[in-house]
């Protein structure tokens, strides 16, 4: 089903009124007050730096939907408007404002800080008691495999930010042990099997019991 059209359409300008930075965009909806301020890379920047207050918005022109809208978008966010020191925008207009998201996943800086957030932010909340996380017992992926497009992204993936590779591969110093009393396995340090070994458990990754 087809997107409900909204009633307003507009270009709009905002501006750091503390470095007179702007940025140019187009923005679609219901309501005028909506409180949206654009989506830019270096206009959040902005923002977080000098706070939404010193950030002001003005509605430059109207239109009558989104395809009008997003043509006039990308006649006035051109290379000419880029070069502009003061000029906050990353790439040309018509595309709207979450092509950087596309664009940044093909930078292995931005990909290594985003992968490290998003594990402080599993750490933190495991810590915090907020998800409980069990290393003793694991999912049965017994006759299941990825498809090939995910394959293909995960090496990509990997060897974009230098993962998997020698001492950054998450299986390195490690080795598998099951116990068929305990019917369950888990993943160990190397020097620690002997112990394990001692104790019943066999080397290998036995995942029907």
Known sequence: ???KQKQYHFIYKTTCIV????YIGMHST????????GSGKRLWNSIRKYGKENHKIDILEFYDNRTIL????RDIIDEELLKNPFCMNIRDGGDGGW???KELRYDPVWMKNKNKKISNAVKLAYKEGRVNIRYDCFYDWTGKKHKSESIEKMKYTHKLNGHQQGEKNSCYGTCWIYNTNEKCNKKIKK???NGWISRGWIKG???KF
């Open 1 to 3: 089903m087809p997107r």
């Open 19 to 22: 470095t007179n930075k702007f």
């Open 30 to 37: 219901n309501d005028l007050n909506d409180g949206y301020v």
């Open 70 to 73: 997003r043509s006039r978008e």
């Open 99 to 101: 092509y950087h998201i």
């Open 191 to 193: 020097e620690e099997l």
């Open 205 to 207: 990754r036995k995942m």
